[in-house]
Nanobody
Framework: QVQLAESGGGWAQPGGSLRLSCEASGFTFSSSVLRWYRQAPGKERELVAEVLGVGITRYYADSVKGRFTISRDNAKNTAYLQMNRMKPEDTAIYYC?????????WGQGTQVTVSS
């Protein structure tokens, strides 16, 4: 069974930092692309960052470029999203996503709130 479990969300002040984790199981993690999405209330889901199985960064949304870093530790089957210099606009539920055998899988999401 493919499972993705996000953690690390919470509250941060503007300019602060959080690191999200995505623990994965049930598939060949090392060869699978990992994505972070986010969705704010009333807004569409947005692709935040994507990294290939070998750890090569493929994409960052313009809104987070230079502030967020996606990475992965294949030995631990875990992906990360380091969020620095956070803004209130980063407030959203953040989801980990992958594709395995032509099926898209999602974690349960972790809430991130940025406010003063």
């Amino acid at each position: 069974q493919v499972q993705l479990a996000e953690s690390g969300g919470g509250w941060a002040q503007p300019g602060g930092s959080l690191r999200l984790s995505c623990e994965a199981s049930g598939f060949t993690f090392s060869s699978s692309v990992l994505r972070w999405y986010r969705q704010a209330p009333g807004k569409e889901r947005e692709l935040v960052a994507e990294v290939l199985g070998v750890g090569i960064t493929r994409y960052y949304a313009d809104s987070v470029k230079g502030r967020f870093t996606i990475s992965r530790d294949n030995a631990k089957n875990t992906a990360y999203l380091q969020m620095n210099r956070m803004k209130p606009e980063d407030t959203a539920i953040y989801y980990c996503n992958t594709n395995w055998r032509s099926v898209s899988y999602w974690g349960q999401g972790t809430q991130v709130t940025v406010s003063s």
